[in-house]
């Protein structure tokens, strides 16, 4: 009797093992939204996009760029820490960089001003729409959106990270 064949791990495509599963792709990107705009993206000690918000309408961010991008100002700091973190994400998902053809990082603020709370206060700020997309070699495209309301940063409002000496 032949010994089953083995299975392909969960996620592998099968006729193609160099290219992610719909599936993978769609979590590495919502994984990403997911962690990219979480409070752990900080700046100084204090949450990135409240320095962004006021000041950019748009950000793109070619997420294939070297994650060791030079600069301290919080749009360097954004921009590495999104390429920064798509590589986590690609790793993550066991799945090699080569797949894809190209991946964008859209940051974009909504136009309405929206309310909203930053530790228990009420705030005013901004709706930022999280964009994340991916071409892969095979030509197929994937993306995935969040939204998260953003104050501009006030120092007497945030709490500082502890992770930050």
Request: net charge positive; charged share 20%.
């Amino acid at each position: 009797m032949d010994p089953l064949p083995a299975r392909a791990p969960v996620g592998v495509n099968v006729r193609r093992p160099d290219v992610p599963t719909n599936r993978v792709m769609q979590s590495v990107l919502q994984n990403l939204l997911g962690t990219y705009g979480s409070r752990y993206s900080d700046f100084g000690g204090y949450w990135l996009f409240g320095f962004l918000i006021a000041e950019v309408d748009e950000l793109r961010v070619d997420l294939l760029a070297s994650s060791d991008i030079a600069g301290a100002e919080p749009l360097s700091v954004a921009r590495r820490l999104a390429a920064q973190r798509f590589r986590e994400q690609l790793s993550k998902a066991r799945f090699n960089v080569s797949a894809v053809r190209s991946s964008m990082l859209v940051l974009r603020r909504l136009s309405a001003p929206a309310r909203g709370f930053v530790n228990g206060h009420a705030s005013s700020g901004y709706m930022l729409r999280l964009t994340a997309s991916a071409t892969m070699t095979n030509g197929k495209s994937y993306e995935r959106a969040r939204d998260v309301f953003v104050a501009p940063h006030d120092s007497a409002k945030e709490l500082r990270s502890a992770r930050v000496a």
